[in-house]
């Protein structure tokens, strides 16, 4: 049995309770429905946006997440509070986690996994 499957299963869970939960806030302006999407089998997860503001188009990403070699990566995060510290505050440690919207040259001067 491969050792890491506990520790990938419990971030999947962890993902994936964190995004469910965000794809329930409804944007206050505008006709915006949100959507929640997992793919657990290949590890993608997504909360965007699909909808008309007036007569503007609305669509796009809130939050991305992947889990790529044992790690999380945040390919996007539209939130004001950071998707990180809320999987922090989750029990995630910091080298668990990859700002991969950062470019890969800057990310070691902040506080999480370089990748």
Do not use: C
Not at 30 to 35: L, S
């Amino acid at each position: 049995m491969d050792s890491r499957r506990p520790k990938l299963d419990q971030y999947r869970q962890i993902v994936a309770d964190l995004l469910q939960r965000h794809s329930l806030d409804k944007p206050s302006f505008g006709d915006i429905e949100v959507y929640y999407f997992a793919d657990p089998v290949h590890d993608h997860y997504q909360v965007f946006h699909a909808g008309w503001n007036r007569s503007d188009r609305i669509f796009g990403p809130l939050i991305h997440i992947d889990i790529l070699n044992d790690k999380i990566w945040i390919q996007y995060d539209g939130t004001e509070v950071g998707v990180a510290n809320e999987l922090v505050d989750r029990g995630i440690p910091k080298e668990e986690i990859v700002l991969a919207y950062h470019p890969p040259q800057w990310r070691h001067l902040g506080e999480f996994a370089v990748s």
